[in-house]
């Protein structure tokens, strides 16, 4: 065993942050990668309860160690400091012997951009800056594919995302980006379906003056060029036209291409991510894809799994979520724990894209703070009964968000017993034996 003062040298000396919680959130102590990462020392967090350090313009936008006591599972997420820098962490639980949460231990990548060159040339209006969204997630699988996703950011390789629409693309391409040594160039996008074919080769590749009527007199740089020293990420690849496909390859082989119209080799360094829902060994043996193009981006496939795949996200997602549309409406609404079950088994075709404008809209449109099965209209979700429960507990949780709602809309025990036609006695019981369930 190394002895207490090799280990505390090694602590120290990771390239990752690591930021030690116990099992009621109270910080332990930080690394002094953290310290530099964050800017906050050990002396001001040490000791202090996350609980008291996250929240709006507070030290922490969230917590993964949180996280982790109430799911007790363990939980990758990215959050932002109030010093404006921007974190991946992983937090793992320690379990005790009784099989409670002794100690969290959270890794932590820097994903904080220094100096961010402006990225987006005003007029290429298609090319996008990625928002500037969280990732989250605490099934297996998907963790498995962000670590997979942060091991292959260091190296340059392209990477191949696949994966249903929704499902977090273009997140992960972002926070590849953030977590490669590329972070402070630019990253540059384009949505190869969303461009007309006329035009794609030009945002791709720029133009030189007079090489098309229309075209700018001095010329274009293109997207390629614009990304000099970042990372290009072409999302719905399978929409390029092939004769824009061996262009591509040949300025992912050999880094450099001529612009449209244009006699001077363009010399560019770049790193490339594509992303795809189409299944592009189909595409190639139709002859609608270019097997050597496709060879060139598989060096590194990175597959996302669908929601209904990984459904022990969703009440991770669904609370993500609901801080996120709270913070942005200025609310306090949460979604009722039985709501939180049925969407839970939902089939969420759209995947966490559609989980999100559910949440987003619940909020906007549900009155009260409490947001229930029957305040929300949700398109599929009537045909659903949970399984397992039977008609009675079914029926009881209806019962508690009937009440819990009256609760919400009419304030006192009086006024609840007259709307539900039940006596004030009978509201006071049924309420008090919800609320001794719900706080333990
Ligand atoms: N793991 C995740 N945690 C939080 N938000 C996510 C996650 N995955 C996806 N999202 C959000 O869901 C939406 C769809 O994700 P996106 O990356 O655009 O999917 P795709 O590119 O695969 O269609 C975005 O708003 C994104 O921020
Ligand atoms: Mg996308």
Known sequence: MMDKQLLELVFDNLYNGIYVVDGHGVTIGVNKTFEEMSGFTNAELAGRSLYDLVGKDNYFSGSASLLVLERKRPVTATYSTSTNRKFLVKGRPIFNAAGEIEYIINTIWDLTVVQYSQPIDADTARSQLLSEDDLITCSERMMAVVDLALRVAATDSTILLTGESGVGKSLLAKTIHRSSERKNHPLQQINCSAIPESLIESELFGYEAGAFTGADSKGKAGL???????????????????????????????????????????????????????????????????????????????????????????????QHFTDKYNRKYNSYKKFSESLVNHLVNMPWKGNIRELENVVERSIVTTPGNSITWEKVQIPGMEKIIPSGLGLKAILAEHEKEILLQAEDQYKTTRRIAAILGISQASVARKLKIIKGNSAS
Do not use: C, W
Not at 230 to 240: A, K, N, Q
């Open 224 to 318: 390629l060029e614009m990304a000099e020293g970042g990372t290009v990420f072409l999302d719905e690849i399978s929409e390029l036209p092939l004769h824009l496909q061996s262009k591509l390859l040949g300025a992912i082989q050999e880094k450099e291409f001529y612009r449209v119209g244009g006699r001077q080799l363009q010399r560019v360094d770049f790193r490339l991510i594509a992303a795809t829902n189409k299944d592009l060994v189909q595409l190639v043996s139709e002859g609608k894809f270019r097997e050597d193009l496709f060879y060139r981006l598989n060096v590194v496939p990175i597959s996302l799994p669908p929601l209904r795949e990984r459904r022990e996200d969703i009440p991770t997602l669904i």
